[in-house]
C-alpha cells in the first residue's frame, strides 16, 4: 500500500486486507492482556472485543487516528452486535471526560443506534432511534468547523442525520481544559460493553 498523506485534502481508506495495521492507527494505554482487537484479513474486517468504556482509565477496544482538518467525514459499516450488552460505532475522542460515540446497539426490543456524548461530567445519551431488523448499518460523521452532524444509513443511500446540538465544542482543547495534549482529537472505531448511562 502507498503511504497515507499527511498534509493538505486527502481521502484515506483502512484497508484491513493487511495484516500489518497502518502506522496512523493510534490506541489508548496499553493492553493488560490479550489485544482488543484484531484483522480479520480474509473478509478485510476489523473485530474488537468490546471492553472498557471510553470514560474509563482503563485500555478500551479504540483503534482511531488523528484529527487533521476542521471539516472532515468519516464513514464505516458495521454490523449490530447480536447480544444486549455490546455497543459499537465511531468516536470522536478528546480525553475520558470529552468525546462523542455514535453506536449501534442491540436491546430487547431490536437494534437501535444512539448517540451518547461526554462534556465534562457523565456520559448522557442525546439522541436515540430504532433500526429495521438488518445485520449491518453504515454510520458517518461529517464535521463542518464547529457543526458535528453524525448519520446512519440500513442501506448505504437513505441517511438520517443528527445534528450535535453543541458540534464539535466538546472535543476541542479549550473544552477539555486548554494546556497541552498529547495527541489533539482522534476519530476511530469503538466496541465496549453497554454502561448504566444507556437505557435498555
Keep these: 500500500n502507498p503511504p497515507a498523506p499527511l498534509t493538505g485534502d486527502f481521502t484515506w481508506t483502512a484497508d484491513f486486507r493487511n495484516p500489518k495495521p497502518d502506522p496512523l492507527w493510534l490506541m489508548l494505554r496499553t493492553p493488560d492482556g490479550a489485544p482488543l482487537q484484531r484483522m480479520d484479513t480474509a473478509a478485510g474486517r476489523l473485530l474488537l472485543t468490546p471492553a472498557a468504556g471510553l470514560s474509563e482509565m482503563k485500555h478500551p477496544a479504540f483503534l482511531a487516528r488523528r484529527v487533521q482538518h476542521g471539516k472532515f467525514t468519516v464513514d464505516t459499516e458495521l454490523e449490530i452486535p447480536a447480544k444486549p450488552g455490546t455497543a459499537a460505532g465511531l468516536a470522536f475522542f478528546q480525553s475520558e471526560k470529552n468525546h462523542y460515540f455514535l453506536a449501534l446497539e442491540r436491546t430487547k426490543k431490536g437494534p437501535r443506534v444512539f448517540v451518547e456524548l461526554t462534556s465534562g461530567g457523565a456520559p448522557t445519551v442525546i439522541h436515540q432511534a430504532e433500526l429495521p431488523a438488518k445485520t449491518h448499518v453504515?454510520?458517518?460523521?461529517?464535521?463542518?468547523?464547529?457543526?458535528?452532524?453524525?448519520?446512519?444509513?440500513?442501506?448505504?443511500?437513505?441517511?438520517?442525520?443528527?445534528?450535535?446540538?453543541?458540534?464539535?465544542?466538546?472535543?476541542?482543547?479549550?473544552?477539555?481544559?486548554?494546556?497541552?495534549?498529547?495527541t489533539g482529537a482522534v476519530v476511530g472505531l469503538h466496541a465496549r460493553r453497554s454502561e448504566p448511562s444507556i437505557p435498555q
Design 138 to 182: 453504515r454510520l458517518r460523521m461529517q464535521a463542518d468547523d464547529a457543526a458535528l452532524d453524525l448519520a446512519w444509513s440500513s442501506d448505504g443511500e437513505t441517511w438520517t442525520t443528527f445534528s450535535a446540538p453543541a458540534g464539535t465544542r466538546p472535543v476541542t482543547v479549550e473544552a477539555a481544559g486548554g494546556g497541552l495534549h498529547f
